[in-house]
C-alpha cells in the first residue's frame, strides 16, 4: 500500500516564526503536491514537484515556499507564518503511469497565534 | 486556469437513498475528472474517476457520469449507507498533456441519517 505520512498532525507556531512541514512518501513516486484546506474553499494547491529538485507553483504559493532534495521527500516552508495561514495542509504523491490517482497524507492541522 | 464548481456543499439523505453530486468545469482542455472521499481525520481518498472518453462508469453502488459538451460531470451513489457520510471532491485535470496538477471542487459534506 502507497503510504504519505507527515511529519506532524497538529502544530502551534507564533506569527513570525520559520515553520517546516514535512512530507514522505514510500512508493517512488514522481509527483509529490502541497494542498490547503479551508472550510467553504476546498483543497487549494500549494505548490507541485514532478521531479527532484523541480517544483511548480500551485494556485496559492504567495508566502509559501518548498523543496524537493530527495524523491521521497517534499517538504513546505512559510517563511515567516502569519495567522491567515492557519489552515489544515495535506500532501500528496502519484506516479506517473496510466494512474492519476493522488494518495493522500493524514494532514497537519497548522495553528499560528 | 480551470475552474470547479461543485454543488452541493451539504446534503442529507436517508439511509437507502441515492445522493447525487454535481460539478462543473471550465477548462475545455481537461480530461480527467476523478471523485475523492475524505473520511473524518484523514486525507482524501479517490473513490472512482473518469476519462473524457467516456460518458459514465459505474463501481458497485458509486457512478459517475460526464457531459464534456456542457462541460458537466456528477457522482451517483445508490443504496446509501451510515458508511458514505463523507465530505466528497470532484476534481479535474489535464494529465495527459504531461501535468498532473488536479483543480478540486470546495466539497460536499454527505451525511446518511438512519
Known amino acids: 500500500d502507497v503510504k504519505v505520512t507527515q511529519s506532524s498532525r497538529y502544530l502551534v507556531k507564533r506569527t513570525g516564526e520559520k515553520v517546516f512541514l514535512e512530507c514522505v512518501q514510500d512508493m517512488d513516486h514522481e509527483n509529490m503536491f502541497w494542498y490547503r484546506q479551508d472550510p467553504g474553499l476546498g483543497l487549494r494547491l500549494i505548490y507541485f514537484?514532478?521531479?527532484?529538485?523541480?517544483?511548480e507553483k500551485g494556485d496559492i504559493p504567495e508566502g509559501y515556499s518548498v523543496s524537493r532534495e530527495k524523491k521521497e521527500r517534499f517538504s513546505l516552508i512559510l517563511e515567516s507564518a502569519s495567522t491567515n495561514q492557519t489552515s489544515m495542509y495535506l500532501c500528496?504523491?502519484?506516479?506517473?503511469?496510466?494512474?492519476?490517482?493522488?494518495?493522500f497524507g493524514p494532514g497537519t492541522r497548522l495553528t499560528v497565534t | 486556469g480551470e475552474n470547479v464548481e461543485q454543488h452541493p456543499s451539504t446534503l442529507s439523505v436517508q439511509e437507502g437513498d441515492s445522493a447525487v453530486i454535481k460539478c462543473t468545469y471550465s477548462d475545455s482542455a481537461s480530461n480527467y475528472f476523478p471523485w475523492y472521499k475524505q473520511e473524518l481525520g484523514k486525507g482524501p481518498q479517490l473513490i472512482i474517476d473518469?476519462?473524457?472518453?467516456?460518458g459514465e462508469k459505474k463501481d458497485q453502488r458509486i457512478a459517475v457520469t460526464l457531459n464534456k459538451t456542457a462541460k458537466h460531470f456528477s457522482l451517483h451513489i445508490t443504496e446509501t449507507q451510515p458508511e458514505d457520510s463523507a465530505v466528497y471532491f470532484c476534481?479535474?485535470?489535464?494529465?495527459?498533456?504531461?501535468?498532473?496538477?488536479?483543480?478540486f471542487g470546495t466539497g460536499t459534506r454527505l451525511t446518511i441519517i438512519p
Open positions: 500528496a504523491s502519484s506516479g506517473t503511469g496510466s494512474s492519476h490517482e493522488q494518495y
Open positions: 476534481a479535474a485535470g489535464a494529465p495527459n498533456f504531461g501535468n498532473e496538477k488536479l483543480t
Open positions: 473518469i476519462r473524457s472518453n467516456v
Open positions: 514537484s514532478y521531479d527532484v529538485k523541480m517544483k
